[in-house]
């Protein structure tokens, strides 16, 4: 039976790891390639690095983390941030990440996922969306916003959902705005909302506080993998110890490390 | 020395990456020279069939590769490098190397497709490369999977809504549709595995499929 996953999420910038509130406010956090380690030994079962600042003078100081992870860590792991071009992806893949994680420029340039997905495969082609509760004619919805949240776009999220899937994207891993660095736990509705509406799995991210949580966003929100960052970062919970947690609930998982 | 064969679209490097760490040399191969030289292979793969293929013939490793397995050199297929055995995919209708009959379809489940993340292994038959794995979870990235027409060939099973082969095994020939070099402890025993295997194997033939000369 397929297991549920646990994706400890590194923000990257200045070749550091930073965790922030609301997208702001961030504080260091560590080595990107140490903490890499110690959450694999600890059965991390996959590992995702944001480049939260996306700039392409970083792009060099990113490559070097990614070669050196693919060096030291033998769990997949996904690489986003600010990818605008196919080339960026193959750069990304060769230098040994699993997957590249395409967020603003799947919604400007649509053909990044085609080509993506054709080249490299479905599987290797995640696609990041960032959605916010709005209000539209007195009923709620979420729409999806770009530039690591700073852009309104407008666009349904349940629909953009089911687009760049029909597009090629293999998995989508679905932030919760309102949520993210607020430790209330995910935003369920809007989970349910995507992962009951496409065919691929949804990584469910934004607001972990607890080890509850993370049971919520796949009991609740029929997510198949659950993204955090601050609990473990802060040295709250070791992977293990969530893991357990996620298995007295009835949830699958590995354990062994 | 393991050769890894390099078309151009496979995950060489986390490949070598593990083989390294284990301590074991292996060398890049773009060429059939390249694998003739080889004492064990490994072909790793990821992405879509079609243009896989149209790598290897154009680097004339298609043959190269056929040549090996025939001759019983040790030889480990990774996800891919399972499915391009057979004879063909329907993942875009590409004939593949036919190095053993079957086919590569579409995994006919209900659950989310692509099929990713940790599953467990049914190991069904012995294997000196599965040593000491039994149920052990592996990552799987895939929506496709090999279907041998030779069920001697099944060596393990997972279940993703529906149970397809996992790994296959002939002679010294192995093929995973998981990532070993993905899966923690687990996959870098599979590896470690090989590697020994490979160090100690003489060459013993892989049953040639019959009625095709390869």
């Known amino acids: 039976m397929l297991l549920k996953r646990i994706i400890p999420c590194l923000d990257v910038a200045g070749g550091r790891v930073v965790k922030g509130t609301h997208f702001r406010q961030l504080r260091d956090q560590g080595d990107p390639v140490s903490m890499a380690r110690t959450y694999s030994e600890q059965g991390a079962d996959e590992l995702v690095f944001l480049d939260i600042e996306a700039a392409p003078q970083q792009r060099s100081t990113l490559l070097d983390i990614v070669e050196r992870t693919a060096r030291q860590v033998f769990i997949p792991f996904t690489v986003g941030g600010g990818i605008r071009e196919v080339d960026e992806i193959r750069v990304l893949l060769r230098a040994g990440a699993d997957k590249v994680s395409i967020q603003t420029a799947a919604v400007q340039r649509q053909e990044l996922i085609t080509e993506g997905a054709r080249l490299y495969g479905s599987q290797c082609i995640v696609v990041a969306i960032d959605a916010k509760r709005v209000k539209r004619g007195g009923s709620d919805r979420w729409e999806i916003f770009t530039h690591g949240g700073r852009n309104s776009t407008g666009i349904d999220a349940v629909e953009y959902a089911q687009e760049v899937v029909s597009l090629g994207a293999g998995e989508i891993l679905l932030t919760s705005m309102d949520r993210d660095g607020t430790r209330q736990g995910f935003d369920l509705p809007l989970t349910r909302a995507i992962a009951d509406h496409v065919p691929v799995p949804v990584i469910a991210s934004g607001g972990v506080g607890n080890l509850d949580h993370l049971v919520e966003g796949i009991r609740q929100g029929h997510a198949t993998a659950v993204l955090a960052a601050s609990i473990f970062h802060f040295g709250e919970f070791t992977i293990r110890q969530a893991k357990d947690h996620m298995v007295r609930a009835g949830l699958p998982m590995r354990l062994d490390p | 020395m393991i050769a890894l064969v390099d078309y151009g679209a496979g995950n060489l490097r986390s490949v070598q990456n593990a083989l390294d760490t284990l301590g ?51 030889f480990l297929g990774i996800c891919l490098g399972l499915q391009l055995l057979f004879d063909s995919s329907a993942e875009d209708g590409a004939t593949c190397l036919g190095i053993f009959q079957g086919t590569v379809d579409r995994l006919a489940t209900t659950e989310k497709l692509p099929h990713i993340g940790w599953n467990t292994l049914e190991r069904v038959a012995n294997h000196p490369v599965l040593a000491g794995l039994e149920r052990e979870a592996m990552y799987f990235v895939h929506s496709y999977v090999g279907v041998p027409r030779d069920r001697q060939l099944v060596a393990a099973e997972t279940t993703h809504g529906v149970t397809f082969v996992s790994a296959i095994a002939a002679g010294s020939m192995i093929a995973v549709q998981f ?36």
């Open chain 2, 24 to 74: 074991a040399q292996s060398v890049i191969a773009s060429t059939p020279d390249g694998l003739m030289h080889a004492d064990a292979i490994i072909f790793p793969g990821v992405g879509a069939a079609a243009p896989a293929m149209a790598a290897l013939r154009a680097r004339g490793l298609d043959r190269a590769l056929r040549d090996a397995i025939r001759q019983g050199r040790p």
């Open chain 2, 179 to 214: 990532h070993p070099e993905r899966s923690g402890a687990a996959g870098m025993k599979l590896l470690n595995n090989f590697v020994q295997y490979a160090r100690v194997q003489p060459p013993t033939l892989t049953l040639p499929r019959k009625g095709r000369g390869i």
